[in-house]
């Protein structure tokens, strides 16, 4: 049985790290054009969306760590909801920072900061979130949302227009055990779980990155599911815990630099 398990956890990793670039949001709906203006597409050097982000300063976006492909260049989109309606003036170049900690995504500490050549322009359509201002836990149950670019069923084609779906926080007790039934070791520390179990609403393949918001403040990064399976409910998404980051990032902040 301990054998088997290992097999499971095993193929779950492999699914998460196959799936962590570029992922959707299941059961959602189309984002107004003035709403949710700090959303922000990270995307390969062919201008291709990879990964979901989201914008907390003029000069930072933060994202998840797993989305750095592999060490090639990425550039940050803000500015639309609609990737076909992407102009060059929109598009930012980055200087990648990842969490000092990060080493995969089963161990945690999966989130990272885009530095931005230039500062963002803000205006109508380019805001930033607020980020919290201390260490905090989310109630359970509480009503949250997540948003991304992409496929709004497990076969279905990527959407390019930015859709939300609904989710509420799960017992960290409640996430861990139904977890345990596909993997062994215990989930990562300062994570946050919400959709995705008893519920048909959740994240899939390319969200990551993306914010998971609560009363306008972005309190989770999107960090993985179980691989490909986006027909909910099954086990918890799982976010990083923004919180539990905020003294680096302030610190990065504050230096403007990684």
């Not at 991304?148 to 279905?156: L, P």
């Not at 306008?216 to 099954?234: I, L």
């Amino acid at each position: 049985m301990h054998g088997l398990h290992k097999l499971l956890f095993f193929c779950v990793l492999i699914c998460v790290e196959e799936n962590a670039l570029g992922s959707e949001i299941i059961h959602g709906q189309t984002v107004p054009d003035d709403l949710m203006l700090y959303m922000a597409s990270v995307q390969n050097d062919k201008g291709i969306h990879l990964c979901g982000g989201f914008l907390i300063s003029e000069d930072f976006v933060v994202t998840a760590a797993h989305c750095d492909p592999k060490g090639k260049p990425i550039s940050v989109v803000l500015g639309t909801h609609d990737l076909n309606k992407v102009n060059e003036t929109m598009r930012y170049q980055v200087e990648k920072c990842k969490h000092p900690s990060y080493k995969d995504v089963g161990s945690g500490n999966d989130i990272m900061l885009l530095k931005l050549s230039t500062k963002a322009k803000l205006g109508h359509r380019v805001q930033p979130v607020q980020l919290p201002k201390t260490e905090m836990k989310v109630k359970d149950k509480a009503k949250c949302r997540v948003a991304g670019w992409g496929r709004t069923s497990t076969n279905s084609k990527t959407s390019p227009v930015l859709r939300v779906a609904g989710v509420s926080i799960i017992n960290h007790k409640t996430c861990q055990k139904e977890w345990a039934t596909v993997r062994r070791p215990p989930l990562p520390k300062n994570i946050i779980c919400a959709g995705g179990y008893g519920t048909d609403k959740g994240f899939c393949r390319g969200d990551s990155g993306g914010p998971l918001v609560h009363g306008g403040v972005a309190v989770g990064v999107v960090s993985f599911n179980m691989g490909y399976n986006c027909d909910y409910p099954n086990v918890p998404n799982v976010y990083t815990d923004v919180s539990k980051f905020l003294p680096w990032i302030k610190k990065s902040l504050k230096k403007r630099s990684c």
